[in-house]
């Protein structure tokens, strides 16, 4: 199959561990094809796929997109620098809600089956305010999900909210110094000692991935490929 991944920097694969070159290792039999870009939000994202014409047909697209959506105002050059990039987050959860139904009006034309998944996290401490505005986006992106025909949602979310149950939280949370500091961390052994020293168990920084957290999403596609796959050799 061609298989189409859209999304942020968790699809793009750095900082962090990528569960995009673990599935490519373990599915050299698809044609996996990497659109993620480091901080795009839902709009800048559908800017993006018209503007650089990335709409091509696929037989199973996935859309990771949303974890960059919490509203914020960043001054000086980081908020001048996403400005120029065009990195517009929504503002509140129905511009949210209005800006993601447009990308599944833009995808699904291109895609028989077309996965959206769960924002994920910004910090492991799960109490805190953005991961609770991520847990509202990740519900708006299962409701809207549901008005589309071949549109499934995987909540991705669930799986490490379960894993990081009985924790202890840590309060470490990722910084724009930081992840540019990270992105020079290029082996899985590297990167894992970085989240120990963090005391994080599932993510590099509160946001991009580690090694346990990157096979955890590459298990659950991966699911969903073979799934699909085989429902398409079972109606030839």
Request: proline letters at 4%; hydrophobic letters at 40%.
């Amino acid at each position: 199959m061609k298989i189409a991944f859209y999304g942020d920097s968790l699809t793009a694969g750095i900082p962090g561990v990528s569960y995009f070159n673990i599935l490519r290792q373990r599915l050299p039999e698809h044609e996996l094809l990497n659109f993620g870009q480091p901080d795009d939000t839902v709009l800048s994202l559908y800017q993006r796929i018209v503007e650089d014409d990335l709409l091509e047909p696929v037989d199973l697209a996935f859309v990771w997109i949303g974890t960059n959506d919490i509203p914020q105002e960043l001054d000086g050059f980081v908020g001048l620098m996403r400005r120029l990039w065009r990195k517009f987050r929504s503002q509140n959860p129905g511009e949210f809600k209005e800006y993601y139904r447009a990308l599944l009006e833009l995808l699904t034309p291109y895609a028989p089956h077309l996965v959206t998944v769960s924002p994920l996290l910004n910090g492991e401490d799960l109490s805190n305010y953005r991961n609770r505005y991520l847990a509202r986006l990740g519900q708006i992106v299962r409701d809207v999900s549901g008005e589309y025909a071949g549109v499934e949602y995987l909540d991705v979310r669930a799986l490490f909210v379960e894993r990081l149950a009985g924790r202890r939280p840590t309060q470490w949370q990722a910084s724009v110094a930081n992840t540019l500091r990270d992105t020079l961390l290029r082996t899985e052994e590297e990167i894992d000692e970085r989240a120990l020293e963090r005391g994080l168990s599932l993510t590099l920084d509160g946001v991009h991935l580690n090694s346990v957290g990157a096979r955890i999403v590459a298990d659950a596609f991966e699911q969903v490929i073979e799934r699909v796959a085989a429902a398409r050799q079972h109606e030839a």
